[in-house]
Structure formats: C-alpha cells, structure tokens
C-alpha cells in the first residue's frame, strides 16, 4: 500500500547508496524488508545474523534519529533490511513509533518481519495485531526460543500459524536456530493483502463499517486500506483523523485494545505453556544484588573502573606498536623528499597529526568492546536503574542516564537520543549536559597526558576524569533545571532485559560500527585539521615555530590562560580542538615532537606543565566548548540558538573556573 501524496519529509531514502552488489553475486530480484520490534527481543541480533557486516548507519530525514540499513544476499535474491526502530505500538505517539509507522505505511515494504521474546509473548503480539491491521505480507519471529526451553516454555507453532495466518519461525540468535529457515521463507514470500484474523464487537464493527464506507468514496485515499484508516480514527490517532478530516466525539481505544488482548489471550491458551515457578532462579537473584540501592552503586563503580584500566593497559602495547610504525613512516618521508617544506608537510603534518591520534585507536575499540559486552549480556539498563535514583534528585530520569550513556561513544549520538525523551524540559536539559560526557574523542587527550605525567596512576587518573565527568553532568542537569524550569521528571518504567550471553559476531559488528566513526574522522577532519595547523605552524617563520600564526594565536590567548599555568603550545591546542577533540593530541604532537620523533618532544612537554596543571589541563578538556559536529546538532534538535550559546559560555566558565580551583589544590593531592 504506496500513498502518492507523501510531502517530500515524508518521503524515505538512504542516507547513504548501498552497493548494487559485491561482484560475485547477480541478485535476480531486489526485495525491501522492514525489521519491526518491540525494545529488547533480540532484534538488533537478528539483523547482525541477517546482514553480518554489510550495514549502513545514517538519520532518518527529518529528523536525527538513527537508522540502520543491512543487505543480506540469498537464493539469488538481494534484501534490503531497514531496522526500525523499537516501539511497543504503531500509535505514532513518540517519534520512534512514527518513524515505524510512517515507514510501513509511506515506504511499504515488500515484507515486514516482526520479532518477538518468547519469554513475553503476549506483549509482542499486541504489536504484530496492529502490523496485520495495516498489512498481510508480515512474518512473526519468536526469538530466544532456546532460553524458552530452558524457562519450561512451550510454544506450539503451528497452532500460532493456525490462528494468525502467516508464516511462524522460532528462532535463537545465539546458537543461530531458524536463521536458515526465516531466510528460506523471505525467499518463498508472496505479496499478501491486508487482513484481520479477529473482528471487534458489534459496535466496534459498525462504526469501523461506517466510516470505511465513507473513506472508500475518497478517491485521494484510495491508497490507503479503509478498514486500517477507521480503526486509527476510532482510537483517536491526530495524525489520520487530520488525513482524512474525520474527527469523532468519543474515543474507543480501551475498547479496541481490550479486543486484541483477548484474541492474543486464546491464542496463547491454544499454542503456549509454561511450568509455574517455584523458587527464584539465578537471574532473579543476580538482578536484586545489582539492582540494590547501595551495592548497585558500588558495582556500577568497580565494573566502570575495571573498563577504564583494561582499556588503558591492555591497549598500551598495541598503541606502542602503532606509534613505532607511525614514526618509521615519518621518518622514511622525511629522508625520501629533498624539499624541505614538503617533506615536513607530509612527516610532521599528515604522517605525525594524524598517526599521533591513530596510536590510540586500540584504546577505542577496547572500550567500545567493553561497553558493547555490557550492553549486550543486559548491564546497562540495569545500571540505568540504578542510576535513576540519583537522576530523579536531580530532576531527570534513567532515561536521560540511556541517553547520555550514548555520550561515551560520540556526544553527538547521546543528543541524538535525547529525542525519545518525551518531557520537553527533561529532553532540553539531556541535551545542554550531554556534552559533559566523556566522548571517545577526549580519550586520546587523557591517554597521552596521563601516561606522560602520572605513570602507574594513569589508568587511575583517566578513570577518575570519568567519575568525574558524571559528578559535573549531574550537578549542571540540577543547574539548568533550577535555572530553567521547575517541576519534577515522570518516574522512570522500564522493563529490564534478561541477560544474554554475547555472541562473538554481534560483539564484533557492535565494536566496529562504532569505532570506525573514529578512523572517518582520523581520514577527514583529523586529516584536514592536521594540515590546517601544519601550515599555521610552519609559516611565516619556514618551520620555526615559536614565530608562526600558530604561535600568535596561541600568545594572544595566553594571559587569559596564565593564571592557570598554560603555555601558548597548550592554549592553541585547545583553540584547534574546538573542530574535533582529537585534534589537540595531532597539535601537541606538532609542537612538542622533534622531527619524526614523537616521543622526542616528550621531555619538553614534561618540562612545560606540574602534575597538577597537567591533570587542570584534562579537567579543561573535560569541561570546555563541545565540538563544533556536537555545536551543530545541539542547534538542530532544541531548534534554537539560545541554548547553542547557553552551552559555549557555561561550558567555558565550567572549564575555566573547575581548571584553575584544581591548578591550586592539585599539589596537596597528586
């Protein structure tokens, strides 16, 4: 069903072309597949067994929400699968549940794949109920059958096939059970019409009978199945009543939902038994120590703290491997080219920028390896439960925690996120602090200072600038909602995940759709950046440094930054790391090393800060200005320029005032 009056807003492309194939296959068709679910079945599992490693992340246009799009190659046949996002209903009351709708409904999908839990049918089925009203070419997916088993869960298939009429495949994206054959029947599909498996009451049918009638005359709606548009207006959906111009004085959406609850009750009497609990079992127990008040905290801590030194120390020797390569390159350039400006652009400004930020790419990926273990065996929701309590003091919620939690990753993607907080004073606040999450960008920055001034402590220190990276983002959330609004968040409901044992495959693919936007930007920005300061360095003074634009700049600034104790070198930095973080290692590099040598300016960098300015230093770049890709989004999602210069000036005062309380006080702690 194609509507053919869509606005170009609601009109649904690829962010990014996907190749037509890899050359060895020749698919003789080309089908799309929507990927529909609710919020922790497995369905993200499901789409990493479908696709592996080919998928495409991008935004839905319109908005900056994100998507994924996978293509997996079978029986000559080329899908292309669109994750959606996860939604409990198709009411098109939360932007995740409009992006889910609009795409069935605008892009129609040549198949919808529905996934549900095995463990929580019943709620899975409420929305597959809706999908049938709207569509019949749906397969359902019960996933985790195997921790069914396990749970004493039958579940009859083909009585479910019986009474929904369409294609049932039990499935376990763990062991891979029924991946073969959900891809055999995507295979065999044939275009099914819109169908109802189960009628209302007898009021109920009349009125969706009436309108029906009255939406069929309407040639611009011919599109659309009349039967779906009456129920949507029955339940008093906005959106369609303002497409058809139908409005009604009462609203039936109790007594719709009562239907469909009742027809998912005798389906689950017929296909689905489970033997009755008698005592708790292992996860039940695990959830009410990690879950408890205190001792939830205190594991969230030591969990977060053992993440920070793995990926510290286990990443050192690879990153030192790294930096040998990095420096054999430089070296080698530095002697094959006789121009002397040359040479020093491609060693100290490409090869040096941008293999100064590559030696910590190790120390990226094993973070995001560990974070993708928590997230995956079912930590982090649990840590979000905890952390709420501390959130609902500070007038947000754990929802806002899931939000920022993105904010290890990338800043950008923690705003992002904020666009499923529904309070608008909450969703302004997630995002005016979110910046104060320590991004994966300022990792490289804490990787060389801390290991230059603090040694053995280094994994401590850059543990403790997380730590504290939490304290300011909470205490600015209390800031901005005393300064902005008032009033309380809505309590937090969440339904915690059952844990899951992380598959290799799906840890992979986790850790490099995240890490490579590190490697992008070393190969864009980074390599962009690295030749900008380059030329600011190296001119007008044909290398000498202390006499280049850069060095003006830097000295300009400089009173400003004295009473801290930073030098020129250290303020310009900071400057060129306003465009991505990153950057300030690139610079330091620049200014400090010798030659190819980025271990030869070591000492002088030593020499340039106190232990205690160099930890005000990280603090500073901790706190200051986000990031200009931060800058920009901030602006597009709370659309206002107020809060864009909100963030700049207090996350500068922040940065300035917390860096110079710590220059002092530093010497009686480190």
Avoid at 57 to 69: A, D, H, L, Y
Avoid at 93 to 112: G, H, M, N, Q
Avoid at 443 to 459: N, Q
Avoid at 481 to 510: F, H, W
Wanted: with cysteine.
């Amino acid at each position: 069903m194609k509507a053919d009056n869509r606005s170009p807003q609601q009109k649904f492309k690829p962010i990014k072309k996907i190749p037509e194939d890899n050359g060895s296959i020749i698919p003789t068709k080309r089908l799309s597949v929507a990927l529909l679910g609710n919020p922790n079945v497995g369905k993200t599992s499901i789409f990493n067994a479908l696709t592996g490693a080919r998928q495409y992340v991008g935004n839905w246009p319109g908005v900056t929400v994100e998507k994924r799009i996978g293509i997996m190659y079978h029986n000559n046949i080329e899908f292309k699968i669109t994750d959606l996002p996860g939604t409990y209903t198709l009411s098109a009351t939360s932007p995740d549940e409009k992006i889910a709708r609009d795409f069935l409904l605008y892009e129609s999908p040549d198949i919808v794949i529905v996934i549900s839990d095995a463990i929580n049918l019943e709620r899975s089925l409420y929305l597959l109920l809706q999908v049938l009203e709207l569509r019949g070419d749906v397969i359902l997916v019960i996933n985790a059958i195997d921790e069914a088993k396990k749970s004493g869960i039958y579940i009859d298939k083909a009585e479910v096939e019986k009474h929904l009429g369409i294609p049932i495949v039990l499935t376990s994206a763990v062991t891979g059970e029924g991946i073969p054959e959900l891809k055999n029947i995507m295979s065999k599909m044939k275009e099914g019409k819109v169908h109802v498996h189960y009628v209302f009451d007898h009021e109920l049918e009349e009125e969706i009978s009436r309108i029906s009638s009255i939406l069929v005359a309407r040639r611009e709606l011919k599109n659309y199945d009349a039967r779906w548009l009456a129920i949507k207006i029955l339940e008093g959906d906005a959106e369609i009543q303002k497409l058809t111009g139908i409005e009604i004085n009462r609203e039936f959406s109790q007594e719709l939902a009562v239907t469909r609850y009742r027809f998912i009750k005798q389906i689950l009497r017929d296909a689905y038994s489970r033997k009755t609990k008698t005592k708790w079992d292992l996860n039940t127990a695990i959830d009410h120590v990690i879950t408890h008040k205190f001792l939830g905290l205190l594991i969230f801590l030591i969990i977060m703290y053992s993440v920070f030194q793995l990926t510290f120390s286990f990443g050192a020797p690879f990153s030192s491997l790294i930096e040998e390569v990095v420096e054999g390159l430089a070296g080698f350039f530095s002697s094959l080219i006789p121009v002397q400006w040359l040479s020093s652009l491609i060693s100290d400004g490409i090869i040096s920028g941008v293999g100064a930020v590559l030696v910590f790419v190790p120390n990226i990926f094993i973070l995001f390896l560990a974070l993708g273990i928590l997230e995956e065996s079912g930590y982090l929701p649990r840590a979000a439960f905890v952390i709420d309590r501390i959130m609902y003091a500070m007038k947000l919620s754990g929802r806002s925690f899931m939000s920022m939690i993105l904010g290890f990753g990338c800043n950008v993607s923690s705003i992002m996120a904020a666009r499923a907080i529904n309070e608008p004073q909450e969703r302004i606040t997630t995002i005016l602090v979110s910046p104060f999450i320590s991004c994966s960008a300022r990792l490289p920055v804490y990787v060389l200072i801390a290991g230059t001034f603090f040694g053995a402590k280094a994994g401590l220190v850059v543990f403790s600038l997380y730590i504290l990276s939490i304290v300011f983002t909470v205490l600015s959330a209390l800031f901005f909602n005393k300064l902005l609004y008032k009033g309380k968040p809505a309590p937090m409901i969440m339904e915690l995940p059952r844990y899951r044992r992380p598959t290799v495959k799906s840890l992979l693919i986790y850790t490099w759709n995240r890490g490579k936007h590190f490697l992008e930007k070393a190969g864009t920005i980074i390599f962009a950046a690295s030749i900008i300061i380059w030329f600011l360095s190296y001119f007008p003074s044909a290398g000498n440094v202390h006499d280049s634009y850069a060095a003006i700049l830097g000295r300009v600034l400089e009173p400003l930054f004295r009473p801290i104790g930073f030098s020129w070198q250290i303020v310009t930095s900071l400057v060129f790391g306003i465009a991505a973080k990153e950057v300030i290692v690139s610079t330091l590099t620049m200014f400090y090393s010798t030659g190819a040598n980025l271990d030869g300016g070591t000492l002088t960098l030593v020499n340039s800060l106190t232990p205690p300015t160099a930890f005000a230093f990280l603090i500073f770049v901790l706190l200051y200005v986000p990031c200009i890709a931060t800058l920009v989004v901030m602006k597009n999602e709370t659309g206002s320029l107020k809060y864009l210069i909100i963030s700049v000036v207090y996350s500068f005062t922040l940065a300035y005032v917390m860096a110079l309380l710590f220059s002092f006080i530093g010497g009686y702690i480190l």
